[in-house]
């Protein structure tokens, strides 16, 4: 073998080398930030406030309100996780609609196949919560977004559903 196709062959070994050293650190983070629905939900993505011009704050987008503010929010996350079918009494004002989106939403992208369904009264509301469940995945850095890619482009999606 001449020497300059040896210096190739171990540039591209090299190159090789580097590329799965990425791909693991990548594995590594999607691991970290698909351990768990708290977790994804309040550092890892972002939801919007349609109230967020008369609350003074500097933009719509901002991090999913953590323990601090609602601590019954990993409470939820855990009773969905150990029930499969859960009733809860309509509230107002403690994003428990929110946070069982943001559950069906971080299932149905983590694990393959999964079905969710969102069951409201009129459709207008399905479509408000479909509209977040795709505002909590667009949020999410590119790299989640390549680890759990979309079937179709976002601006292709059905008003009612988001496809994996």
Known sequence: MAQGDLEKGIEKLEAGLAKRKRLSNNDARVREATSDVYRWVTEYTKTYNEHWVEEGRPS??????????????????????????????????????????????????????????????????????????????????????????????????PAVALEF
């Open 60 to 157: 719509p987008y901002e991090p999913f309100p953590d323990a601090n503010r609602y601590p019954h929010l990993e409470d939820l996350f855990d009773l969905l996780e150990a029930e499969r079918i859960n009733w809860i009494e309509k509230s107002r004002d403690m994003m428990i609609s929110w946070g069982c989106v943001a559950f069906l939403t971080f299932h149905a992208m983590t694990v393959p196949r999964r079905g969710v369904l969102f069951q409201t009264q009129k459709e207008d509301k399905v479509v408000q919560l479909v509209d977040y469940a795709k505002c909590l995945y667009d949020s999410q850095p590119d790299w989640l977004k390549a680890a759990f890619p979309l079937n179709k482009s976002m601006r292709l999606q």
